[in-house]
């Protein structure tokens, strides 16, 4: 066969590379590392390129990985998939030191000694396994498949979820939860809206974006996406474009890129809403038509038994007057008219909030108050508003029939309801696990699972967590690392990288339009890893003998395959194509889109591996009832969810004991308003009771997802790329009140909370509110690495342990501190 | 060295002292600056092995005290030759004890100086670069070359005026008498060959002049060719040149002070050679003064951003205490000091000069550090605080001054014999005719 | 001859620091211990300048990335002793790592401060070699290096072109951070190429150049409304 010399060329991507060393001055015996003089001995290597998803936050972006010779050395977006569009973010770039990292987990590994005494022994697979099939199919045999947890940490949007939980169901137990759980975060919408969806938002038709907190550049669901969209908007001149304004306690990029920066107290944003709400009603400014039509609550009104009651309206015109408001938030009050004016007057108009911002002890009220601006100006289901995406046509998992064991095990309490009236809302929450574990109550846990998560390094109250950890018979993690949570764990299996490893990602939460991207394994695995799924599909199918099988899939990705025929057979959407770009607009726009049609589902598949997703820009209109699923099926300022559920609690708690009247449920549940206005969105101080003078807030910064990419030396170099402090934290403070304790630039500083102090330098800019000391989230590890351990500190070891008591979310930005210069 | 020879018969017998005899002060000052010498040596194979990291350089600091003490010590080497040479063109007969002493420390902090640019390189194995593919464009190679070229002039015009001394010490013999033989070029001190030395002289004494100006210009160029603010400044070349000179006395004065003292020197060097060259101290102070006032004015009137930014910088920043130091060393002392008769005693003078020394080396820091620690760029400003290392080779580069000032001193005598003969033969009446030549009628009288 | 350059659209820039990343996982770019990196020996080839403006609580900042400006009269490479630095036809700026001697004079004489120095031998797990770019070199010790505009990138382009037997088009040739910013913020092309997006931008009446005074004439032109 004859090669030609062009295509043959075309292949050699590192022929240059030997030029390139000529021209750019590499001396061949000094400067040149190894692997390319081999390379220059042996022929150019061949170059090629394959399209996976990055897993490195939820953000969904579609990458391309150069190989040479098989090995992957860099990435880049994929420029034709639609969430980023060839973008990406310093994390994803630095995803091969994820891949070649030398403190992955090798093999699988068993504790010896103590817990959290740092040793352990390696195990070949099958040992490692046969542990816990036996466990688990003891606990079965027992009866009790219940007392087995698991819990995902991945924040992935995928289908591991579905996996998991069939694992789980199947096996016979109602305890898989999610932390961090969408479902906690989605908690406003459902008081309001009764649904849990996160809504997405049409930044491309709004004329203004009014933003609570979410720092939805650098961080949120989609940084990259929102940048996108953000960029664009900025690339288009002329008079009418969209105006920015942020509100944040500091000054993150989004704040940064904003038109203009809002800086507010910290925990009071809710209120800042409110006293918008207020001008918003005073002056006329809202959509009078929409309120009437599709919301409830926001009149005062009559019930069935003929009591009045309070209204959103009277609520905010009684309390939330600009120099209240003033007082509250520190927020100027003709700000507060001018931003109210902007808003009102600039149709459309978007307003969002919530996030990791939200995390406060107030975070579900304070949420409540920010979207219900959006229904003041009837932003639903129009363009320049918020809509919610079709679910994918992934084809579901196959039935399975479970038997009694299980049906008997998934009857069972779920491990994470609280046992008292706490946290109603939450799907899930660390601190009511713990006190689970501890109590032993409802039942004690007998194997926890732990999925791609650190709980023990992102939450609160650590101590207790680790009494708890060491009280479980067998904890079990999948993770490529050993990190603060594992180091209590009795086994590590050790999962593939998310490069060697197949998933698929749906719907990006807030992303605008429904899409799915395959991951697929760019590389074999370089160790000795297993796929968590597969892990999974062989212990299901264990547990079940050998007859019955939860799984019918060989593997995964068989998995994987079976549920994106649906898609296929579905007919919509296509997968994503070259020329993207210049439609991409009009796409989003949902004009003009044809549809591809595909010979056979394995030319589908081949085509999806080969572009990296699919996509469907053309979404099914939606009725308000459908967006709208509550009682009443309106908008609900008075939210009638939240009033049935503690109405339920009070009747529950007062048949066993006649004292816990509304007056107890509501102290537990830090509920310090009364009447009415508990169900409507309002303005819930938070408990600072000890008298310090500096509000601790954290933020995310970009390069450090959650502190999971600590093991990463690049992103620990760029950690604080912004600020210069490379490998270690900062503390950033007002002019005002550095001076004011005498600290200047780079000095260190003592942070101290009642549990404790933490050490950081000082970064002093106008950038950040008077009388906050921000603190970014992600160093301090104890564990993970060589990259990680002993780098800079952990702002949560400091934290009171305090929660939304709502949605069981811990209250990150809830503690006051004091600060003085370290000597 | 044995005490057969005879030399305390001889009227400068005392030059003769230090050579023939060697006391337990010799041993203890080789000894332990050759240990300073010999850790600075280990320090730097330190640097060679892990790299420059071993410094306190960073970006943007990307120069240290190796630049500083390179520029310093070349300053300092402009005591000799210059000053010797225009005593020596200008016929001033107070000269002859000094010239010797001043050429010898120009060789040798030349010799140290130069080295420095090689100590601050990152690859010293590839120094040969500068002559394979040298780019004459650069002002590193017109230092390279200006350097060469002076210390190539500087050593011949030491040596040369030593020659005569040197066929003494052959002629009375000893241990290194093959030694002598050699470097004496058989001279025999013939009429013929005092003549071609005065010619081979004089010529020296004129080329020398231009020479160690362009070097300490060149070194100016450096900075001043680069767009730094603080460094790109037209009057860098005299300034340099200028305070080059006003260090070079000074470090003349102390190793003059010193050796006085310390091989009994007083009736060569007397207080007429201290007050003369205290009040070219003094001059030079004022000229110093002078040049520092137009260079900050002209800075601070136009207060271009960037220029105003670093000069404020020196006056308050970190480094402001180096500046005001400097200013005190450079102005304030030696201008107290010489300027009245009281203080300008012999003490007095070695204060000042201490002082002018201190205060030039401190005017180098000023020149390098705060211009690249404030980059043009709003980036933060740098900082730079110098290693172990840096302080070692710094100590180490003194050290070797004075194991050179002090070996040398072993093997010849530091004030030029021949000439100190010469001019109590020929002087006194030399100058007689001389002065007469310049006096009115002087011309008639003769005839 | 062409002649590259590079537009920031800071109207556009988020300042994520993607185009950091990128430059330094394309470009081998060693990572330096965290002692040193926070004592002025990181190494970016590009880095973020921030500086804040205004009186609280009105504040602005002027966020920038900053790349090697391949001025097309550089006074870093008039500098350099051993011609180890220097301009090409194109008019790259670039570095000859085996040539360089370490002075630091170009580093010096650059106003724009943006070269970088090893101070030690650069080090890296060995598993971390293994996905080292084979197109581009690994520095030593002891050199001098900055931002390249990814002239390897070029050389492969030049080949490819070369082979399709047609000329460069504008958009053949991208550096890693043009190609990765996630804003779309940076532009390059040919400023000889009429039709090319960064002759037509650079002439923009939001085109900056920084310190134009200098007469360095930078090819990386800023865009951006703000004063
Ligand atoms: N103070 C403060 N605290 C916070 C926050 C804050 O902003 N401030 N944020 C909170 C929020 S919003 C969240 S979401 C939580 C985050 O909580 P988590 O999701 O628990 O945090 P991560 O650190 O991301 O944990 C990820 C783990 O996955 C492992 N991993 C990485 N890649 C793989 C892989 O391919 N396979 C497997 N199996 N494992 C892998 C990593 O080794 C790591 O141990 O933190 C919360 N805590
Ligand atoms: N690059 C990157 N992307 C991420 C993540 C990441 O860590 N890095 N994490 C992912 C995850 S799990 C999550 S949950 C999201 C989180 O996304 P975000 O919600 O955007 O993140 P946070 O950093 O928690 O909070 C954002 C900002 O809120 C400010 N803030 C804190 N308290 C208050 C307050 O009371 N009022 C107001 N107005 N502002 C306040 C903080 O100063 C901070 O700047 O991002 C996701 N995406
Ligand atoms: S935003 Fe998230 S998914 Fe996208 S590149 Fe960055 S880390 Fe990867
Ligand atoms: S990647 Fe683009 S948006 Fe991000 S900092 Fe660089 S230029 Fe700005
Ligand atoms: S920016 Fe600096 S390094 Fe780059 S060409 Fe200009 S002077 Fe040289
Ligand atoms: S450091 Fe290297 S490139 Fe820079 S001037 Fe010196 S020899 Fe030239
Ligand atoms: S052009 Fe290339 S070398 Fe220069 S900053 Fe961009 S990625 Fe780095
Ligand atoms: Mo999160």
Not at chain 1, 721 to 726: A, E, G, N, V, W
Request: glycine letters at 8%; hydrophobic letters at 40%.
């Amino acid at each position: 066969m004859e090669i030609k010399r062009r295509e043959f060329l075309k292949l050699l991507g590192g022929a240059s590379g030997a030029i390139a060393l000529g021209s750019f001055g590499c001396n061949q015996f000094i400067d040149v590392p190894d692997k390319i003089i081999e390379i220059a001995k042996n022929g150019a290597g061949i170059e090629s390129w394959k399209n996976t998803i990055c897993a490195l936050c939820p953000g969904g972006c579609g990458i391309k990985v150069r190989l040479i010779d098989g090995i992957p050395v860099y990435i880049k977006g994929n420029p034709i998939y639609p969430v980023n569009q060839g973008g990406m973010c310093p994390l994803g770039h630095s995803a091969l030191e994820l891949l070649f990292n030398p403190d992955r987990v090798k093999s699988p590994l068993k504790k010896i000694g103590l817990p959290g005494g740092g040793k352990w022994e390696s195990l070949n697979w099958d040992e490692a396994l046969n542990i816990i099939s036996k466990k688990i199919i003891e606990l079965r045999n027992e009866g009790r498949p219940h007392q087995v947890v698991f819990l995902d940490g991945s924040n992935q949007h995928g289908l591991m979820k579905d996996h998991i939980e069939r694992f789980m169901k199947a096996y016979g137990s109602p305890n898989y939860f999610q932390f961090p759980s969408i479902k906690n975060d989605a908690v406003p919408y459902h008081l309001l809206q009764g649904n849990s969806k996160i809504p997405s938002y049409d930044f491309l038709n709004a004329k203004y974006v009014l933003s609570f907190g979410i720092n939805y550049l650098e961080e949120s669901y989609s940084p990259v996406y929102y940048t996108k969209l953000y960029s664009y908007l900025r690339g288009s001149t002329g008079e009418g474009r969209t105006r920015f304004v942020h509100i944040d306690s500091r000054m993150s990029l989004t704040s940064a890129n904003a038109d203009r920066w809002i800086p507010i107290t910290p925990g009071t944003y809710g209120a800042l809403a409110l006293g918008i709400a207020f001008v918003l009603i005073k002056e006329k400014l809202i959509d009078a038509n929409f309120i009437k039509s599709h919301t409830s609550g926001y009149e005062d009104w009559v019930d069935k038994n003929g009591i009045m009651h309070l209204g959103y309206k009277n609520n905010v015109l009684a309390n939330y007057y600009p120099e209240r408001v003033f007082q509250i938030t520190g927020v100027q009050s003709e700000t507060i008219l001018e931003l109210a004016r902007e808003l009102g007057n600039n149709h459309p108009s978007l307003v969002l909030g919530g996030d990791g911002s939200s995390n406060n002890t107030n975070g579900t009220f304070s949420q409540m108050a920010v979207h219900s601006l959006n229904a003041l100006l009837g932003n639903f289901e129009k363009d320049g508003g918020i809509f919610y995406v079709d679910e994918t046509p992934l084809k579901n998992l196959p039935h399975f029939e479970l038997d009694d064991i299980a049906k008997q095990g998934i009857e069972q309490n779920p491990f994470g309801n609280s046992l008292d009236m706490a946290f109603p809302f939450a799907d899930f929450s660390i601190q009511t696990l713990i006190q689970n574990i501890l109590a032993e109550k409802p039942y004690p846990i007998s194997v926890l699972f732990i999925y791609k998560g650190n709980p023990l390094f992102q939450t609160l109250n650590h101590h207790e967590f680790i009494e708890a950890l060491k009280k479980i018979p067998l904890v079990v993690s999948f993770d490529s690392f050993i990190n603060e949570t594992n180091e209590y764990a009795n086994i590590i299996l050790p999962d593939h990288t998310f490069l060697e490893q197949w998933n698929i990602i749906s719907n990006v939460p807030s992303v605008g339009f429904s899409h799915i991207g395959i991951q697929q394994p760019v590389i074999e695995p370089i160790y000795d890893t297993r796929s968590s799924a597969d892990i999974l599909i062989e212990l299901g199918n264990k547990a079940y003998g050998n007859n019955t099988k939860p799984f019918p899939f060989e593997d995964y990705v068989s998995e994987i395959k079976y549920r994106v025929e649906g898609v296929y057979n579905s007919g919509e959407g296509a997968i994503v194509t070259e020329g993207l770009k210049g439609s991409w607009l009009e796409f989003l726009n949902q004009r003009g889109w044809h549809i591809g049609t595909y010979d056979s589902f394995d030319e589908f598949w081949n085509l999806l591996l080969e572009r990296g997703g699919w996509w469907n820009p053309i979404r099914k209109k939606k009725g308000f009832s459908e967006i709208f699923n509550t009682p009443t099926r309106k908008f609900e300022f008075y939210s009638q969810v939240l009033k049935n559920r503690i109405d339920d609690i009070v009747k529950k708690k007062g048949i066993d004991n006649s004292t816990h009247d509304i007056e107890f449920v509501l102290g537990r549940l830090n509920i310090k308003t009364r009447g009415d206005v508990i169900f409507l969105p309002h303005h819930e101080p938070i408990p600072y009771d000890d008298g310090m003078p500096i509000y601790l807030t954290t933020f995310q910064p970009i390069t450090n997802r959650d502190g999971h990419a600590s093991n990463l030396p690049l992103m620990q170099e760029m950690f604080g790329f912004l600020t210069r402090h490379y490998w270690t934290s900062w503390v950033e403070l007002n002019p005002e009140t550095a001076s004011a304790y005498g600290i200047s630039d780079d000095d260190w500083v003592w942070i101290e909370s009642v549990n404790g102090s933490i050490k950081a330098k000082a970064k002093i800019h106008p950038g950040v509110m008077p009388s906050v000391a921000a603190v970014p989230f992600g160093l301090g590890h104890t564990s993970y690495g060589r990259y990680a351990k002993d780098y800079g500190v952990n702002p949560n070891s400091i934290m009171k342990n305090l929660y939304d008591t709502i949605n069981g979310i811990p209250a990150t930005q809830s503690t006051k501190v004091k600060i003085s210069k370290a000597k | 060295m044995s005490k057969k020879i005879d030399y305390r018969n001889e009227i400068d017998a005392t030059l003769y002292k230090p050579i023939y005899e060697t006391g337990k002060g010799f041993y203890i000052t080789v000894g332990i600056f050759l240990l300073l010498f010999l850790w600075a040596l280990f320090m730097y194979i330190t640097q060679v092995w892990f790299g420059l990291g071993v410094t306190g350089m960073n970006q943007p600091v990307s120069w240290g005290f190796y630049i500083v003490n390179f520029v310093f010590f070349i300053g300092i080497s402009h005591a000799g030759t210059l000053i010797s040479a225009i005593l020596r063109l200008s016929k001033a007969e107070w000269r002859r004890p000094i010239t010797r002493m001043a050429e010898v420390i120009t060789a040798i902090v030349l010799a140290i100086g130069g080295l420095h640019p090689i100590l601050d390189l990152g690859r010293p194995d590839r120094v040969l670069n500068i002559f394979t593919v040298g780019r004459l464009q650069s002002p590193l190679l017109w230092d390279v070359t200006s350097i060469t070229a002076y210390f190539t002039a500087s050593t011949v015009y030491l040596y040369l005026p030593m020659i005569p001394d040197i066929a003494k010490l052959r002629d009375k013999g000893g241990k290194f008498t093959w030694f002598y033989k050699f470097a004496s070029w058989g001279w025999q001190g013939t009429e013929h060959q005092k003549k071609v030395l005065n010619r081979a002289i004089n010529i020296l004494m004129v080329m020398v002049i231009p020479i160690a100006i362009s070097v300490h210009t060149v070194i100016s160029y450096i900075f001043s060719m680069t767009l730094q603010p603080g460094w790109h400044s037209t009057i860098f070349g005299p300034y340099f040149v200028v305070g080059a000179i006003f260090s070079g006395i000074a470090a003349l004065l102390i190793v003059m002070i010193v050796f006085r003292k310390v091989f009994h020197l007083e009736d060569y060097l007397k207080k007429v050679h201290f007050q003369y060259l205290g009040t070219l101290l003094l001059i030079m102070s004022l000229l110093w003064f002078y040049f520092t006032f137009s260079e900050y004015l002209t800075g601070i009137f136009a207060a271009e951003p960037h220029e105003m930014h670093i000069i404020l910088y020196k006056f308050t920043g970190p480094y402001a205490i180096f500046f005001w130091m400097m200013v005190i060393c450079n102005f304030l002392i030696p201008v107290i000091i010489l300027g009245f008769k009281r203080f300008k005693t012999i003490t007095g003078v070695l204060i000042a000069s201490i002082a002018v020394v201190i205060g030039m080396w401190l005017e180098r820091l000023n020149i390098v550090v705060p211009s690249l620690a404030n980059p043009r760029m709003e980036l933060t400003v740098g900082m730079y605080v110098p290693s172990i290392v840096e302080w070692a080779l710094f100590i180490g580069g003194i050290s070797a001054f004075v194991l050179g000032f002090v070996l040398f001193s072993k093997f010849f005598p530091l004030i030029s014999i021949w000439e100190t003969e010469e001019g109590r033969k020929e002087s006194v009446k030399e100058v007689e005719k001389r002065v007469k030549s310049y006096l009115p009628g002087g011309e008639i009288i003769t005839k | 001859m062409s002649k590259w350059a590079m537009v920031i659209d800071l109207d556009k820039c988020t300042g994520c620091g993607d185009c950091i990343a990128a430059c330094k996982i394309e470009n081998n770019i060693a990572i330096v211990d965290p002692e040193e990196a926070n004592s002025g020996r990181v190494m970016f080839w590009i880095e973020m300048v921030s500086v804040y403006e205004g009186e609280f609580p009105n504040i602005k900042i002027k966020r920038f990335p900053k790349p090697c400006f391949h001025c097309e009269n550089p006074p870093c490479t008039k500098v350099c002793p051993v011609h180890a630095t220097y301009k090409n036809d194109e008019g790259l700026v670039g570095q000859i790592y085996h040539r360089c001697i370490g002075c630091r004079y170009c580093m010096v004489a650059c106003p724009y401060t943006v070269k970088v120095f090893n101070w030690y031998e650069p080090e890296w797990p060995v598993e971390f070699r293994k996905c080292f770019n084979p197109d581009v070199s690994v520095r030593t010790k002891g050199v001098v290096e900055k931002c390249s505009f990814c002239a390897h990138r070029l050389i492969k382009v030049k080949e490819e072109v070369d082979l399709e037997g047609r000329d460069i088009q504008d958009g053949d040739y991208m550096p890693a951070c043009a190609e990765s910013c996630p804003a779309d913020a940076i532009y390059f092309g040919d400023l000889e190429n009429k039709e090319s997006k960064v002759y037509n931008l650079a002439k923009s009446s939001r085109a900056k150049r920084e310190m134009e005074n200098l007469g360095t004439e930078p090819k990386v032109v800023y865009l951006s409304k703000r004063e």
